[in-house]
């Protein structure tokens, strides 16, 4: 239940003073505060990360510290036009930017390198953490974390990337990565997993990215890391994260967190003076468009950031969210636009609508998840689900201001099966460079300049993929995995039961089959060396699929009519409404993956180096904690795991089992 309250007029008196005079106020005062950079590195002291990387010489071995805490800071509102003071479970440390705490540092590595990762829990103590609870698939353990590197092929067991631990308030425990020389160049990230508390700290904020930097240059038979082409451009990481936090009247019998304070009109989340906005219920996570929040890009709401005309840019962007999608139309605004002081949901629309309405630049997408795709794929739009990441070229062909949008979403194409209406994400100030007649051909030419500067050795070969339709094929990291290399077959599905709500999982086609989350069941033992062909549905609404360890290769995407909408350029219009987000994902490699209701989905993946156990999942993050999991294990072919061992409830880390840190 939610109360409905009025935010007091002192509260934004100079945001409405100024509203109030001149009506509208110059698009650059919204945001003039807010101007952002990259992340900062972990390890790395306090200097702003470059905007021009290079594969640095790392040290093989080195320790990292995260302190897991809460923090005290405020996040900015546009629709009152002041900061709210919040407080929330964030990561800290020396690296982490006080005026942008809510997003992790950035961890970067090599090929090759050993990462130590000490987390510190400092949270206060928690005995749902350490009792357990009947249903393990309610939210508890609020304050119990541990660690998962999302999409790194390393380790899943002990010390590794290991999900199934609970380091609860008071323990220190180090996670140890390490990352084997062959391991893609890329993009990936980091975020808390414990199960039944995951959806509650990753709102908060907890996420960083992760950056694996390659210098391997292709050859006439292997390939190289993207990066070697890349190189010397500007390099931007982007984390979208989702922080939907709310301010609660006085506690009730019925409800002992206070009911969310809400506009009495619209139903958005509001603060007034002197309140403190907390993410402590699940209740607040599920309605991202009604709460009237906006995303975050690092850390900022509504931030700017600068670039030159002509430049060809390289981002890194990362869906660091719990469960909304992104829908990303980079638009020029018009020149006369006028940017109100204050500035809702609604107000932000009808500014879209009248200042960014039209369709956009193209911006080129090179990797999915991490993972360089052959051809590169031009669009105005690209759709982020939870968990996703895209790396795309980007160059601005104009001087001025461009806004960021979250464009308005299908139906069939969002998580809440609803239509969102446009956002507005932020702005790019565009200063003068160099003219730009034709973006596509400006692209392509800086692609050629950087291949012939930085890879003469075989820039022939690059510079002829590049001019015969941008493409990548030399810097695919991994081989196509064909038919006759498949050696058995997996089933999933996923279903929301009703009667009481159940979020599930089976292993067949049958949404019968489907069960809950079980910490001591071991849902599926895969064997080591094998390649098997999954087929993916869902029964009850759409998810995003995503798996542990191994990425896997996507064979083909059936709309209800039977039509591939994977081939690039293939209408995906079931749903009665066009879709493209699936268009061109046909051979690539991803990690994660939405899973549309009424759809048949066919991936590869080969179970190469480790063995152990892990999990798959919905990673609308809410359903995960709720139950839509299974425990996974790779284990030797002729070898033998039980249950017991591969699907344990996860390991308590109390005080008397504090695990000695590498020095």
């Not at 999302?150 to 308030?169: E, F, K, Y």
């Not at 980007?394 to 969002?414: K, N, Q, T």
């Not at 079980?518 to 549905?537: F, I, M």
Request: charged share 20%; net charge negative.
């Amino acid at each position: 239940m939610a109360v409905a309250i009025k935010v007091p007029i002192g509260r934004c008196l100079l945001a409405g003073l100024a509203w109030a005079a001149f009506g509208t106020i110059p698009a650059g005062a919204q945001t003039a505060e807010r101007l952002i950079s990259n992340p900062r590195i972990l390890g790395e002291g306090i200097a702003p990360a470059s905007l021009t990387p290079s594969v640095r010489a790392l040290p093989h071995e080195r320790t990292l510290d995260l302190d897991i805490v809460y923090t005290d800071g405020e996040l900015y509102n546009p629709a009152t036009g002041v900061k709210d003071k919040v407080r929330l479970r964030s990561y800290n440390g020396p690296e982490v930017d006080e005026d942008a705490p809510y997003v992790s540092p950035t961890i970067e590595a090599v090929p090759g390198d050993t990462i130590y990762v000490n987390l510190h829990n400092q949270l206060p103590p928690d005995p749902s953490c350490s009792t357990g609870h009947s249903n393990p698939n309610a939210p508890h353990c609020f304050n119990g974390t541990n660690l998962h590197t999302h999409g790194l092929w390393v380790n899943p067991a002990g010390n590794g990337d290991n999900v199934l631990l609970s380091i609860n308030p008071g323990v220190e425990f180090q996670y140890e990565y390490k990352i084997p020389g062959g391991h893609p160049a890329g993009t990936f990230w980091y975020h808390t997993h414990r199960h039944g508390s995951t959806a509650i700290q990753v709102s908060s904020g907890m996420a960083g990215a992760l950056i694996i930097r390659g210098d391997r240059e292709p050859t006439a038979t292997t390939p190289g890391d993207l990066d070697t082409l890349l190189d010397g451009l500007p390099d931007r990481v982007l984390v979208f994260q989702q922080i939907q936090y709310a301010c609660r009247g006085a506690p009730t019998p019925d409800n002992p967190l206070g009911p969310i304070k809400t506009d009495p009109v619209t139903g958005a989340y509001i603060c007034a003076d002197g309140d403190v906005g907390t993410i402590e219920g699940y209740d607040q996570l599920t309605n991202w468009p009604k709460s009237g929040r906006y995303t975050s890009i690092n850390g900022l709401v509504l931030p700017t950031f600068k670039a030159t005309q002509g430049q060809l840019e390289r981002w890194r962007m990362i869906h660091g969210g719990v469960r909304d999608t992104i829908s990303l139309r980079i638009v020029k605004m018009r020149p006369s636009a006028q940017l109100a002081a204050t500035m809702s949901q609604a107000q932000a629309q009808t500014f879209i609508q009248e200042s960014c309405n039209d369709a956009g630049i193209t911006h080129y997408r090179v990797a999915a998840d991490g993972l360089t795709l052959a051809q590169v794929q031009a669009s105005n739009l690209t759709v982020f689900q939870p968990g996703y990441r895209w790396d795309e070229a980007v160059m601005f062909p104009e001087v001025g201001r461009y806004c960021l949008i979250d464009a308005s979403s299908p139906a069939a194409g969002s998580v809440n099966g609803d239509s969102p209406n446009p956002s507005l994400l932020g702005f790019v100030d565009v200063e003068e460079g160099t003219p730009v007649s034709n973006l596509t051909t400006s692209v392509v030419n800086a692609l050629v300049a950087q291949a012939e500067a930085n890879l003469p050795d075989i820039a022939p070969v690059v510079v002829a993929d590049l001019k015969a339709g941008l493409k990548l094929s030399k810097f695919v990291p991994h081989k196509d995995i064909a038919e006759s290399e498949v050696t058995g077959t997996q089933e999933l599905t996923f279903n929301i039961r009703s009667g009481p709500t159940s979020f599930e999982v089976s292993s067949t086609a049958n949404r019968d089959d489907s069960k809950p989350y079980d910490p001591s069941r071991l849902d599926r033992a895969l064997k080591l060396g094998g390649v098997d062909e999954w087929t993916l549905y869902s029964a009850a609404g759409s998810h995003p699929f995503h798996i542990h360890v191994n990425p896997f290769q996507v064979v083909s995407i059936l709309d209800p009519n039977g039509k591939d909408v994977s081939v690039w350029g293939v209408p995906d219009e079931a749903g009665g409404k066009l879709d493209t987000q699936y268009s061109g994902l046909k051979g690539a490699w991803k990690d994660t993956l939405w899973v549309k209701g009424g759809y048949k989905i066919t991936v590869r993946t080969r179970y190469e180096r480790y063995i152990g156990a892990f999990v798959l999942h919905c990673h609308i993050l809410d359903h995960e904690d709720k139950g839509m999991m299974q425990n996974v294990a790779i284990v030797l072919p002729d070898g033998d795991i039980s249950a017991t061992a591969a699907g344990a409830p996860p390991l308590q880390l109390q005080q008397d089992h504090m695990h000695t840190k590498k020095p």
